[in-house]
Every structure is written in structure tokens, then in C-alpha cells.
């Protein structure tokens, strides 16, 4: 998939398999200022371009505390998974362990666990806080606040960590 988006060319093999879905398993549909949003839309036409369909997922809170999937999801037929907006660790640890290719676009904050199968997607969060703090620190400011819960995702996370790296 790579190779398609930089180089923008569009493959047309459809899928080598039966299984031609990929499924994106969120707990919060992203609203259209969310980045997710025009990522999700580069991301079906690539891979609509490999013969595959992308399916959208909303995890009801129900589901998550009883690990279950969605209802309408058929594993069976499903090449990948990648969430977004899913921070539930023992969810994200059940659905690494269905063996198949998972990909989470951020995640819980304490990813940093052994037992979650799966590759994580982040924007760069702690060069950007530093060097906002640093020129912040240039311009005579010397009181700085981290506005977030650290523990509510990966990014938050990075980020309050970051912040107290800079204060220190």
C-alpha cells in the first residue's frame, strides 16, 4: 500500500484471497475537523485500488466491556483491521489476538504493554510539544500547563510526557 501513496499510481490486481474487507473498528466515529477523516478517504481509494472494500465499525460501550464484536462484522471475510478512536486496552489486546493484521491509528495510553499484536500509528507528539515549549521559554514565559488526561490515549500520553520532559 505504500507504494501507492507515494507514488499515487493505482494498482488494479484485485485481491489474491476471499477475503476482501478491511475493517475499521472505532468506539467514536471521527467528525469531518478530525485528520481521520481525509486519512480514511486516501485510505479507501487505495484500497479499493487492491480489490478491497473498506468497512466502517462503531463499537457500542456494551460491546467493549464484553470484548465482543460488532454484531454485523463476519470475521471471516476480513483481510486487516485498524480502529481509530479505540483506546479500550483489553479490546485492542482481543482483537490483536484474532491473528489477523492490525493496525491502530493512536491507542491506549499504556500500549507500551508486550501483549497487544499490533503496529500503532501516531503523529510525532513530543518534538512539536518541545519546541513549542522551548520557544515559549524564548519569549519569557515560565509557567506552562498540559490541558488532557495522559491517560486517556497514546498521543495524550506522549504528549503531558513531553511537556514535563520540557518544564524539566
Do not use: W
Not at 474487507?21 to 478517504?41: C, K, M, Q, W, Y
Amino acid at each position: 500500500f505504500s507504494q501507492a501513496i507515494t507514488s499515487g499510481v493505482s494498482p488494479v490486481q484485485p485481491a489474491s484471497t476471499d477475503r476482501r474487507e478491511i475493517a475499521l473498528i472505532t468506539a467514536s466515529r471521527p467528525g469531518n475537523s478530525h485528520f481521520g477523516v481525509t486519512t480514511l478517504d486516501r485510505m479507501q481509494q487505495i484500497f479499493s485500488s487492491y480489490g478491497y472494500s473498506l468497512t466502517i465499525y462503531t463499537i457500542l460501550s456494551g460491546d467493549l466491556d464484553l470484548l465482543r464484536l460488532p454484531g454485523n462484522l463476519n470475521i471471516s471475510g476480513v483481510a486487516g483491521i485498524f480502529s481509530i478512536e479505540l483506546f479500550h486496552y483489553e479490546y485492542c489486546r482481543m482483537l490483536s489476538s484474532l491473528g489477523l493484521p492490525f493496525l491502530m491509528i493512536d491507542g491506549p495510553a499504556e500500549f507500551h504493554r508486550d501483549d497487544i499484536s499490533a503496529d500503532l500509528l501516531l503523529m510525532e507528539n513530543k518534538k512539536g510539544i518541545y519546541t513549542f515549549l522551548q520557544q515559549m521559554a524564548a519569549q519569557g514565559k515560565k509557567t506552562v500547563g498540559f490541558i488532557g488526561n495522559m491517560k486517556h490515549c497514546r498521543s495524550f500520553f506522549e504528549r503531558g510526557a513531553a511537556c514535563l520532559s520540557a518544564a524539566a
